[in-house]
């Protein structure tokens, strides 16, 4: 029986990590299991950075961004001895299972240290990416979303004032989730996205079309992965002749008070990580598909995940 | 075939239903059929209050609140000759048709609708009362449950450092949807809903226990239909001698800019009921259940939902 | 020379608060001077509830609603006793002078407490209300009507769905100034404010009026000290037979991530509090006047402030 | 006697001008005056793009941003033709004065018209660099600075959760209004700006000096005419070998719905531009000062605005 489980988060901060691990560690301690939080990630793992959290530690934090246990990208847990010295705080400390909060990265990280050093992790799907395989939706997605919208909205006021042509970057590495969500939401005029080649010389000539019957108002939303929206807007001006104006929303999208579906996911995931490793269970990552919880094979949960990309680019096609 | 729709909100409004106003209009004219927009709701149709909607007029209002096409709560349809006044004007303009976009009550009216007069009507579930039974979720609802959120954050603010306890009362005539989601989200202490027996004796222990341990802050989520924050609050003040505040969410939580879940989901069923429509589909509802587009018969949809009130409610109870 | 000062909030928490308090720890530190933080305002001081507060104390509160060091209407002051008992707690931890955060009712008991034992206090005024007379505006004021703002244009997009009649009652117990403000801003039709007496009669043949010409959605915004929203509702449906809605705001007002507008105050005003406390005055408040900084004698501060209602009220119904 | 007017709005949009555009009208009207509403700025005077406006034709749009009259920067205008073509359209529709509604650069071309043409303008300022002369604020800074804020706020989450270095640039092409504005409200710990000349070299010492006393967090806040944050941020890099992360706003700051201080100040402003123009005044601007309406002749207006800026900045280095 578990009687210390040890809980962090890592890769790039998201909107609801602080929920997660409130719930992780009421969780647990209402099952009489004690939680130590590590800071900084892996990296604190290496250098044991460890702290008890207990209830009053976690509380007043739900509606907050970022994470109190900070987070890094940590390039030392990639190596022999990184991992190496990580175990060796694990067994110092008599930690007998993990919750490693993050995104797909993070994921990696903790499969390969099961597989290496046979430690016990769950992963809990933070990212606002939503890179994660076999669940519907990672728990920060909901508040990015949303930040990017209200920027979107802000900028089709001056879009539609001046009549202007706009070209909003957005995250998304190696994915168009935020891209294709916000651009259908925000009543975007057209995306560019890694899942999906494009054709600037077609938009540009939509637009050329466009302006000739007077529409002058125009937003293209740009994933970060799949191109830059400063070369974009510059290639449309050169092909129409119109002026354009880029805008990369950046780490805006990261931030901020994490909205009620962000939260309510972070709480319910961060409950069911800590309910399924007192099981018996590990390597894998809680989620939620179809609105019920499930969970996923690290090793799955790290492939690629797909997007629906043509329904929702055929609907921001009819409905804008 | 179709030739021309109708397209008509009902009941409360939602935030959403300009965003399915637009997708059910640019949806109707990509596939060649016109649109006529009602306004009032029921009693537009009564009294012939229709106008042809092109794709402009549904230019700008993707992130506004309320709805362009207005809503009532209509007695007069309810009864036989409004009905019959109501069919005539289907019939003077040739509506082939109906997407009827709002609740319960709504859907309630088009099923009677179809039965006497043989109108084909599809429903677009908008509710922010989450009240339409087989779908997971009215496009409302992530919006009014982010704004009841957002109130409950504040509040908190206040109550944290007053040290006080708030009852606070949301929306909710026969569901403790939003009570119990934000409650979840809020971090809130108890709540009181339609669903659930309450005891408010051992309510008012905890609290008192509480409050000899130090924790002088609290919040109580109350769902409208369950009972009065006032009163909640009275009685509190009654059994434990200590000092409380109601407060009456309201209207606030009706209106407001639409999230990006409403938009999306509002635009989406908005799309499939003109697409179900045009498919020859009636007398049903489109929603989404486990993150895919299902049809649910009207008469089915108006019936009581259930909710998951015990999970949730264990999950409030473990993590705050 | 100064050594030691110590600041404390007190009376309803505003936004700004714990800005002011940053302001007051680290302009005062700057000068070599010690702060202790006095927590549940004059009841801590009574009970000797206090701490020293570093630079790190006040890290990360600038953006927070509410107050880190609590704050309570503590009744015990008032009393003879009490006030010795505070003194005494001012003695023994050798305080020089002090930094009272709060509204009217925190500057009585400040003067007082300077007039009763010499005790040299300086003001900072914040209040939701704007009620500290001889400046232009306490910190939270912007931020409390922002929220109330935001929530009557939520209620705006029912008010013009649904057709319906609202009255929104805001804080404010003896002033009018979150409803002028907020009506003016909001587009509303009216308002009942304890400045103005109003005439009901008149009110209501407007809205009588108004409807006739199919007018039709109707705000008036009523302050709390002024009537109850939910009894204006009621007449006016006695005698206008239109179906009202009464909202009323409540604690919504209080809380909340202040404003830019409400951060600035706080911290210019903690930061010349502290310089004058140092430069030997006392027994006034710092606030701001025509853009300026400007000190007022705690006596004259907490007189009755007077709003320049004729004027606005002119604006609302020109405007509306 | 003025019969009719004409109103525009030039220049970048800003937040608050449908609330100018409302008062305005609704106070022409009041006063029995007609008002021509001109589209696209002075480039719809040259192409005689007006449109009598009614009361209803600006209601609902008190808190939307953007401008419903559009705008433009037009360069004819400040050809002799364009003005010559701009007046006979003034003399055509017998226009006999205009509101102008912009920033510094509409001021000009407005004085430039009365000089040549000698057509009546009363300038309101409207711009979110804050940019006039001889007034505190012009109406649309408020929303703006507080809209950076809010993303300052959201990059501060990761700032702290990732103990990272970031460099954000805001508007102000020829002033650091809004950069000191958000710096001192955000907790920022130092500035860069057209005002004052910085020392980069300094600034890296003390990153590098509190990075080695522990503290890894830092926001640096650039005005877009003072550098760009890109360069700023590569510059860090270089010199102290840390990562940092440029983060450019951009128009994200000009839209979105107007504060309560935006839309008062314009509805103010706009009622007294009415007011002055009918009795006679022209060729200056209305605007606040010290919490009184001021008139500043528009060549005065637009003259370099001096800010205080050593003030805010010796409080951003105390409190941060």
Redesign the interface.
Known sequence: MMKRIAVL?TG??A?G?N?AI??VV??AI?HNVEVLGVF?GWSGLINEELKLLDRRAV??I??????IL???RCREFHTEEGKQRAFETIKRHAIDGMVVIGGNGSFAGAHEFFKRYNVRCIGVPASIDNDINGI?LTFGA?TA???A???I??????S????RI?VIEVMGRNTGYIAL??A????CEDIIIPERSYDLEAICQDIARGNARGKASWIIVVAEGAASATEIARKITDKTSLET?????????????P???S??LA??LG?EAVIRLLAGEYDEAVGI????IVTVNLELAIQKKSLDVERIYK?IR???
């Open positions: 988060t790039g901060d909107p990590m929920a409130r719930s009421r969780t209402y900084h509380s007043g739900i509606n907050q961004g970022g994470t900070r987070t890094t519907d909901d979303v949303n930040t919208l209200s920027a909205d802000n900028i089709r006021d001056t539609t004032s001046m009549e706009f969500t916000v259908l939401a925000g009543g104006r880029p805008v990369v929303l950046g780490h805006i999208q990261r931030g901020g008070r909205t009620a579906y939260r309510e709480l319910r409950y598909s179809g609105n019920k609907l009819i409905l804008t």
